[in-house]
């Protein structure tokens, strides 16, 4: 039995349709922030990847100013995310649970500033954008 590898294009072809696969599935890769492409109907797991633990949010809350944490990975409602656009490359990051979005608290501009998950008001505070980071991921910004 032999093996010969895939010509350079036979593997781009493959690439091209696995990639947006794997990367879909839980959101882990990198897409670059000019040309990221987000499913507005699909629904994601962030995973950082320091920890591999995902955004949750924190008890199943649904009211507004409830933390929002990093917690084990299960799949559920409370760690289903929803990109909505908000226009200029920035996105709204809206929770399948609680139906509200991601909102770094009262505004602010500290480090360490808590991210909390509060009423879409399409504020500046709840708007994200997508950019590279290395070895295949992405960071919200």
Same mark, same amino acid.
């Given at each position: ?32 922030? #000019?040309?990221?492409? %987000? ?5 994601? %797991?962030?995973?950082?990847? /320091? ?6 949010? &924190?008890?199943? +809350?649904? /009211?507004?100013? +409830?933390?929002?944490? !990093? ?19 920035? &996105? ?6 609680? #139906? ?9 501009? +500290? /480090?360490?500033?808590?991210? %909390? !998950?509060?009423?879409?008001?399409? +504020?500046?505070? !709840? ?7 290395? #070895? #295949? &991921?992405?960071?919200?910004?």
């Amino acid at each position: 039995m032999w093996f010969r590898p895939p010509s350079p294009v036979r593997l781009r072809r493959l690439l091209a349709v696995l990639v947006p696969l794997l990367l879909g599935a839980t959101f882990l890769g990198a897409q670059p922030a #000019g040309a990221a492409t %987000v499913d507005p109907n699909a629904s994601y %797991v962030l995973v950082n990847r /320091n920890s591999g633990k995902a955004l949750d949010v &924190y008890n199943l +809350a649904t /009211n507004d100013g +409830a933390r929002i944490t !990093q917690w084990t990975r299960n799949d559920q409602n409370q760690q289903l995310w929803q990109f909505v656009d908000a226009g200029g490359g920035y &996105y709204r990051i809206k929770s399948r649970h609680s #139906g509200k979005v991601l909102d770094v608290q009262n505004g602010s501009t +500290a /480090n360490g500033g808590p991210i %909390v !998950q509060w009423t879409d008001v399409n +504020a500046t505070n !709840q708007q994200w954008r997508l950019a590279d980071s290395s #070895g #295949g &991921y992405v960071r919200l910004i």
